[in-house]
DNA sequence: TGTTGTTAGTTACAAAAGCAACCACTACAC
DNA sequence: GTGTAGTGGTTGCTTTTGTAACTAACAACA
């Protein structure tokens, strides 16, 4: 009676989609977190402007899947750290493009590899043909 | 001059990780939000209580990997919803086992099944093997 | 018995996220 | 031009989360 049914919650795909990113996520967020006071999305705006080159905030809110005001607030506090500098379009004085000052160059390069080789070391542990899958069903999934 | 190093972005397992589990999250947060004003964690203790039966709080953390004021504070709402019931254990008096009220069971019933289908919808855009790798692995990156 | 250490769970306060209103600017109609 | 609608971005306020300190109960042992 009252008999549960069969649902499994650790198959349920947005459960251990979750508990898969915040394991790896916990993880790498010592990096930036301990060595430069940085948070999670002030991490995803310097990685966009280190691997993409300069942009605006629209830009990277749409790249990102991010809401405007997060990449607002951390582009303020990256600005305040001077790892970023904001410059006007004079053509369409609301857009602002953002770039890396010289120092959050560095800070990207360091972070990237550290990001680098902690994504080596998870693939580590799974085979080449898991990789490839994985990367390209979370990608479907992510809707990209 | 100031070349990126060539980090992809968009492959970096923690990052790709998180934007799946946010976009499937995000859909279907919708069920339980909407319909029964849940929140994350309060859908997680819910799932676990009708998907093991009835368990302590510590239990449900460590099953979870969630911190116990997570917990503490979902089992507050959940039971002032009336959705679940403490009951404290006359051998060791710091332990509640905490059970489904009739209500819970049902909210528990109707959700579990739209979890189902949803999961059942995001499985239908990936092949059969497709589906079987992205579990186990990340399986092993959750660190289950 | 008391004293010390540990565990389950709560609560208070600080940090962060979410949401909606807002400002400055552009585009386009009239 | 003037008015209206839309866009990029910021700010203020509320809700949610994170952290640490706390209570109550148990265990072990002198």
Do not use: G
């Given at each position: 009676m009252t008999e549960k049914p069969d649902f499994a919650?650790?198959?349920f795909l947005p459960?251990?989609?979750?508990?898969a990113a915040e394991a790896s996520s916990a993880e790498f967020q010592q990096h930036y977190r301990m060595k430069y006071g940085?948070?999670?999305n002030e991490w995803r705006v310097l990685f966009h402007l280190g691997c993409y080159g300069p942009m605006t905030a629209k830009?990277?809110?749409d790249l990102a899947s991010l809401h405007k005001t997060k990449v607002s607030r951390a582009v303020g506090a990256l600005s305040a750290k001077r790892m970023l500098m904001?410059?006007?379009v004079p053509t369409d004085r609301r857009n602002e493009i953002l770039s890396l000052t010289r120092h959050g160059?560095?800070?990207f390069a360091d972070l990237s590899d550290a990001a680098q080789r902690y994504d080596a070391?998870?693939?580590a542990a799974l085979t080449v043909e898991e990789v490839v899958v994985l990367r390209s069903t979370l990608r479907k999934l992510a809707g990209l």
């Open positions: 919650l650790p198959d459960y251990l989609l979750n508990q940085m948070l999670r830009q990277i809110c904001r410059e006007t160059a560095s800070v070391k998870l693939c």
